[in-house]
T-cell receptor
Framework: DTEVTQTPKHLVMGMTNKKSLKCEQHMGHRAMYWYKQKAKKPPELMFV???????INESVPSRFSPECPNSSLLNLHLHALQPEDSALYLC???????????FGSGTQLSVL | AQSVTQPDIHITVSEGASLELRCNYSYGATPYLFWYVQSPGQGLQLLLKYFSGDTLVQGIKGFEAEFKRSQSSFNLRKPSVHWSDAAEYFC??????????????FGAGTRLAVHP
């Protein structure tokens, strides 16, 4: 299995909703990442987890809350989002912190 | 600060023609450089990477890239483009030494269109 699987593929939510994005990999990778990509823009790093511990938070607003319950799973909990948070959210993983990244297909999020 | 510049926002080529996508980087030390491809609504797929050694790097799908330190460039090439190559291409530099994590800094991307 050489895939990073993200669910759901599409999500529409209101500004008062609470939702979660899920990312899963079974490649034994110990580093996992969340990236945000606005339309027609490059991806921007949000969070990095290494060995299930949060290593990097790129000054992301607290309405985004990451969670790494185990080495294969990475969640992104969403609460009280704004319409400008609408974007493609990409999960990635790597064997170690300095290894190449494998990306999932992303969750296309629309906040109404 | 590290940065990546892709001067061409949009490129159109005919199927079968050769392709070169430009990438210039700014990085203090020896850079770790990548090219990724993204189809609409999809994640990113790694085409090739340069860490050290031979400056001409071969990748998947017939792509290659050449690292030129004197020009701070890492241009992507393909001798004959296929219609399925139409996508967004991102050049990226990795900040490997800031806390040791793999932070990819992406260029703005080049959208490739292929005419039949």
């Amino acid at each position: 299995d050489t895939e990073v699987t993200q669910t759901p593929k599409h999500l529409v939510m209101g500004m008062t909703n609470k939702k979660s994005l899920k990312c899963e990999q079974h490649m034994g990778h110990r580093a996992m990442y969340w990236y945000k990509q606005k339309a027609k823009k490059p991806p921007e790093l949000m969070f990095v987890y290494s060995y299930e511990k949060l290593s990097i938070n790129e000054s992301v607003p607290s309405r985004f809350s990451p969670e790494c319950p185990n080495s294969s799973l990475l969640n992104l909990h969403l609460h009280a989002l704004q319409p400008e948070d609408s974007a493609l959210y990409l999960c990635a993983s790597s064997l170690g912190l300095s290894e190449k990244l494998f990306f999932g297909s992303g969750t296309q999020l629309s906040v109404l | 600060a590290q940065s990546v510049t892709q001067p061409d926002i949009h490129i159109t080529v005919s199927e079968g023609a050769s392709l070169e996508l430009r990438c210039n980087y700014s990085y203090g030390a020896t850079p770790y450089l990548f090219w990724y491809v993204q189809s609409p609504g999809q994640g990113l797929q790694l085409l090739l990477k340069y860490f050290s050694g031979d400056t001409l790097v071969q990748g998947i799908k017939g792509f290659e890239a050449e690292f030129k330190r004197s020009q701070s460039s890492f241009n992507l090439r393909k001798p004959s483009v296929h219609w399925s190559d139409a996508a967004e291409y991102f050049c990226a530099v990795a900040n490997m030494f800031s806390g040791g994590y793999n932070k990819l800094i992406f260029g703005a991307g080049t959208r490739l269109a292929v005419h039949p």
